[in-house]
């Protein structure tokens, strides 16, 4: 029923909006600690969740009075399109199995500083909502941009 799958989308959205939160948690404690200690001697890489919300399409009906109303006839997960952009190349890359916090990719790929980035991120969200929560499954694009 679309009450059913209004319920399921509504959960997946608030998943959305607690990944965003946790890792944008992440980036405070960086933060924190950079200014505290200096930077690293490494770039921290600016990642992001994909932004998503609920679309719900409502179908309007009359009455036999005459007067309207309206019914949820369908509910989507509506997710920021990700992919090729500006004429750069993209890959889609699983950099994390939600099994382990250990990177999948290998430490010669070029991308491994973003799985062992990642990696961090899942200690200090387990460390910071005392073992409550961490974000796993981490995978997604990896855009370069050309520059010409």
Known sequence: SVDSELEKTLIEANVFYWAASLLSHTYSYISQVISAK???PFEVPQLHF???GVAIVHDSMTTKSGGKVTTMHRVYLVEELIGDCNGGSS??????HNGSA???LAEVDPLYFIAEFLSFTQHVQYEKTGGLAYVSDLQGMYTTILMT
């Open 91 to 96: 890959e889609f890359i699983k950099f994390i």
């Open 50 to 52: 994909v932004k998503a």
């Open 38 to 40: 200096g930077s690293p």
């Open 102 to 104: 250990i990177p999948l």
